[in-house]
C-alpha cells in the first residue's frame, strides 16, 4: 500500500469530498486502481478502530467492506491516459530557444568579422 496516495484520500476527505469521490481522482490521475483501492480500505479500517475503540469490534465486516469496495469501482469509469511528459515539451522549448541564440550568435559574430577587416573602408564610406 502506498502512504502517498493514503494521505492524499485523507487530505480530500479532510478538504469534504467523499471517498468514492477521491478514489476516482486518484484513479483518473493515473494511479493503480488496485493500489488506491487498498489505501481507501486501509483508511476505512483505521476510522473503524478510532470510532469504536473500546470494543475493539469492526462495525462493519471485512467482507461487507471489500463488497463496498469492489461495488463503488464498478460505478467508476477506469481511464487510462498518457499525459505528455512535461520534460519532453521543456525541451523541445529550450531546443528552439538555444537555435535560436546560436543564430544570434553567428550573426553578431559576422558582423565582428566584418568590421574588423572592413571598418575602415565602412568609416570612409561615411565620411566622405
Do not use: C
Not at 16 to 28: D, H, T, V
Not at 49 to 66: A, F, H, R, Y
Amino acid at each position: 500500500m502506498r502512504e502517498d496516495i493514503v494521505t492524499g484520500l485523507k487530505n480530500a476527505m479532510q478538504r469534504g469530498e467523499s471517498l468514492e469521490k477521491a478514489m476516482q481522482s486518484f484513479i483518473n490521475a493515473g494511479y493503480n486502481p488496485i493500489e488506491v483501492k487498498q489505501a481507501a480500505e486501509s483508511i476505512y479500517e483505521g476510522a473503524i478502530s478510532i470510532v469504536n475503540p473500546e470494543t475493539g469490534k469492526k462495525i462493519m465486516p471485512q467482507q461487507t467492506l471489500q463488497q463496498h469496495v469492489i461495488q463503488s469501482s464498478k460505478q467508476m469509469p477506469i481511464r487510462e491516459t498518457k499525459m505528455p511528459e512535461p520534460r519532453l515539451v521543456r525541451r523541445k522549448g529550450n531546443l528552439i530557444l538555444i537555435i535560436i541564440l546560436i543564430l544570434i550568435l553567428l550573426a553578431l559574430l559576422s558582423g565582428l568579422i566584418y568590421i574588423i577587416f572592413y571598418g575602415q573602408d565602412l568609416l570612409d564610406k561615411f565620411l566622405t
